[in-house]
């Protein structure tokens, strides 16, 4: 590989506190070499071959903690060749991987599979996440200490939620142990039973069943209090609601955990759903306006560290149903950092706190080595036009499956190149 | 009500999917309409030719007596060929999905289609996939259109108006369809609503539909002209709404008592079917002078004539 020089961007490192106009220099083997205003035309040899990005801004490649592969099992809504490539399409160079696959990843011979087809079929770092219980049934803890030897960095059940009390304080206890990361999607079944949507006025006028947001804070809150009494690595996937956003806030002051948000949630509220759009069916789900706001105020204030695609691709014969029988989820791992941006445009959250959301946070919270432009590490990172006006359009996403929740969405701001490990494996 | 429709007003809607949707001048296009079917109905020969040479296809994919049989008839009398088809024996039995089902029976160039299916906002997806107008006929907790409109038509035939009266809607307001569009609709004719109700069968900020709410009975029905009483929907309560049936009929059963604090003219609906000794008192029910269930019913044949005749093309 040659040497390959930049000059003449933002760059914004938040990992390293930088956030400045300069250049980057990446070496033979593809790690960072120079960063900053001190990479300009005056201290790279004349006879190089130098790329002026015109005040194009470099952020360090994307840290997506929460994106459903779809391999093994469900390859016809999505494999590891396909996401890779729509990762890339994003800016996102690293992502952490939900076990909700057919097998479940929950035991260590699926591990070995899933990291030979990850290597062999994807061009992206794949973080795998292993189930927190046999099956995602609830019933029985995995193995964590075998499964983190194989590499598994986090335990979550994924879509769905520890519900016994017991088990969830025995799931604290052993990652207080073995020092492993747990990952809750914070929803009690008993009340949100049924429900599709928000409860509220628009659930009512479209006859669809509600769940409404203390079905997330009685997980939260319960987890928390087992967290007061048994310290362990503890993170709350996604949160939706105002009342989440003050408790959190609230238990801060005494415990310490981290929670993340869905792209979704800050962008777009219940009304979106309009008349029965089934691409907009999530979970958790959209939620008022009011709940949107506060979202985006606590990310504003780091009470929410994270901010995720929740990328759940699914093919168009899940989502041509009746609401009822639809599938839950939308594709967004392409349009994360672009819609994120909104809120940098709108002037509602600083363009450095998005990025630390999207690098440098996940990666402190996985402690993965990934999320920044330290000199000596992979130059993993992405170009971004940030003004450039584009429309979002199901059928130009690169994700195999089509099921983006803002088609039609004007946006501002795309992303030009993606590399990884110093090799442009994207161009616009 | 002028009993010539005025052939200069048009529908807005190409589909009957809810009240909702409908301005009051199709209400009244409706309602106009309907009641010029009351008589015909009455009469020897019930049989006209209106939509003769159309195709009607009733598509229930819920259990209905009164509706789907009203629906057919409706059809009947005006001359159209209406078809019924039996899901239970259907290819959906077999995993076809809704709009599959739509394509197939589209490409039978039907020029009406009466659905009624479990889940809301099914005939929404159906009106998109089909060429022809489709009418609601029930769909999850969402809307019931003609049940609406059927009861409005009751209301007028007997008050001569719907402004300025007081309506009581009670029971189980959370599973209720009728409940939803009986809302919408009364509200945009005029009348005062009051919904009762325990509040664990009251959907999420119904309030804000512009209605009065009530857990207590007597209070919710004080100085009602109307009083509409709904079906415990049982089938569709999964986990514990209420302690039991005995109880409920305690608190929200209609008994002569609980009436006595409506008007003394106060008129007693049901959308059908019934649970006797659940919701209403045996004995009420049947009242003559007050229960004016059975012509819901034989109006209902009149109002879904007027629709399958302003929505066929």
């Avoid at chain 1, 399409?89 to 990850?118: E, Q, Y």
């Avoid at chain 1, 006025?201 to 809150?221: S, V």
């Avoid at chain 1, 759940?312 to 349009?335: N, Y």
């Avoid at chain 2, 003394?264 to 004016?292: F, Y």
Wanted: charged share 25%; hydrophobic share 40%.
């Amino acid at each position: 590989m040659k040497k390959q020089y930049f000059i003449n961007a933002n760059i914004i490192d938040p990992h390293n506190s930088l956030n400045e106009s300069g250049g980057l220099i990446i070496n033979e083997d593809g790690k960072i070499e120079g960063i900053g205003k001190k990479v300009n035309r005056n201290n790279i040899p004349s006879r190089e071959k130098i790329i002026d990005l015109k005040d194009k801004y470099i952020f360090p490649g994307l840290v997506d903690m929460r994106v459903f592969a779809g391999e093994p099992g469900y390859e016809y809504k999505e494999n590891f060749r396909t996401l890779s490539n729509a990762a890339l399409a994003g800016g996102v160079t690293s992502i952490v991987t939900m076990p909700n696959t057919d097998p479940i990843i929950d035991n260590v011979s699926i591990v070995d599979f899933l990291k030979r087809r990850g290597r062999d079929k994807s061009k992206i770092n794949i973080f795998p996440t292993a189930a927190l219980t046999k099956n995602i049934e609830g019933i029985t803890m995995t193995e964590f200490g075998l499964l983190q030897k194989k590499g598994i960095i986090a335990f979550t059940d994924g879509i769905k939620t520890i519900q016994n009390t017991r088990l969830m304080s025995r799931i604290m206890t052993s990652a207080h142990d073995l020092n492993s990361l747990i990952l809750q999607h914070a929803e009690d079944y008993e009340l949100s039973k049924g429900g599709m949507i928000n409860d509220g006025i628009i659930a009512t006028k479209l006859g669809l069943q509600g769940i409404r947001d203390i079905a997330e804070l009685i997980i939260i809150e319960r987890d928390l209090t087992l967290l007061e009494n048994i310290k362990c690595r503890y993170h709350i996937s996604q949160i939706s609601s105002s009342k989440s956003v003050e408790t959190i806030k609230r238990r801060k002051q005494r415990v310490k955990f981290t929670c993340g948000v869905s792209i979704n949630n800050l962008s777009l509220n219940e009304n979106d759903i309009g008349d029965f759009k089934t691409f907009l069916k999530l979970s958790p789900p959209l939620r008022t306006e009011q709940d949107r706001v506060s979202l985006v105020q606590g990310l504003n204030d780091e009470t929410i560290n994270v901010i995720v695609s929740d990328h759940k691709p699914e093919d168009e014969e899940s989502k041509r149903l009746t609401f009822a029988q639809a599938a839950t989820g939308a594709s967004g791992i392409e349009t994360l950092l672009p819609l994120s941006l909104e809120l940098y445009h709108n002037e509602s959250v600083k363009l450095e706190i998005i990025i630390k959301a999207l690098t440098s946070n996940p990666a402190k919270i996985l402690k993965i080595n990934k999320g920044n432009l330290t000199i000596g590490n992979d130059a993993d990172f992405c170009i971004v036009d940030i003004n450039k006006p584009w429309i979002v359009k199901k059928d130009k996403l690169v994700s195999k499956s089509k099921n983006t929740s803002i088609e039609d969405k004007k946006l501002q701001g795309k992303v030009t190149n993606t590399f990884v490990k110093g090799v442009e494996l994207f161009k616009l | 009500m002028a009993m010539k429709t005025n052939k200069a007003i048009k529908i807005s809607q190409k589909h009957l999917l809810g009240i909702q949707d409908l301005s009051i001048n199709d209400v009244n296009l409706i309602l106009d309409e309907a009641s010029n079917f009351i008589n015909l109905n009455k009469s020897k020969n019930k049989k006209l030719d209106t939509l003769r040479g159309k195709t009607q296809i009733n598509l229930f994919f819920e259990p209905s007596t009164r509706t789907q049989s009203s629906f057919e008839l409706a059809g009947k009398r005006l001359g159209a060929d209406v078809m019924s088809m039996n899901i239970t024996n259907s290819a959906i039995k077999k995993g076809e999905t809704l709009i599959d089902t739509a394509m197939t029976l589209n490409a039978m160039h039907p020029d009406l289609i009466v659905i009624r299916h479990q889940d809301s906002g099914a005939c929404n997806l159906l009106s998109q996939k089909v060429n022809c107008a489709v009418i609601n006929a029930g769909d999850g907790r969402r809307e019931h259109p003609t049940q609406a409109l059927l009861d409005a038509l009751t209301i007028i035939n007997r008050k001569k108006k719907i402004e300025g009266l007081k309506i009581a809607i009670c029971g189980d307001i959370l599973h209720s369809r009728v409940a939803r569009s009986n809302i919408y609709l009364l509200n945009m004719l005029g009348a005062e609503i009051n919904i009762v109700a325990p509040t664990n069968l009251m959907p999420s900020d119904i309030e804000k539909f512009g209605v009065n709410l009530f857990s207590d009975m007597k209070n919710g029905l004080k100085n009602c002209d109307i009083v509409m009483m709904l079906r415990l929907q049982n089938e569709r309560m999964g986990s514990s709404f209420l302690a039991s049936n005995r109880e409920y009929y305690e608190y929200y059963g209609l008994t002569q008592d609980k009436l006595s604090h409506a008007k003394d003219d106060a008129l007693i609906m049901h959308p059908g079917p019934m649970n006797r000794g659940i919701e209403i008192d045996t004995n009420l029910a049947d009242d003559i002078n007050k229960s004016v269930i059975r012509e819901q019913v034989e109006l209902g044949v009149a109002v879904r004539m007027a629709c399958l005749k302003i929505f066929c093309k």
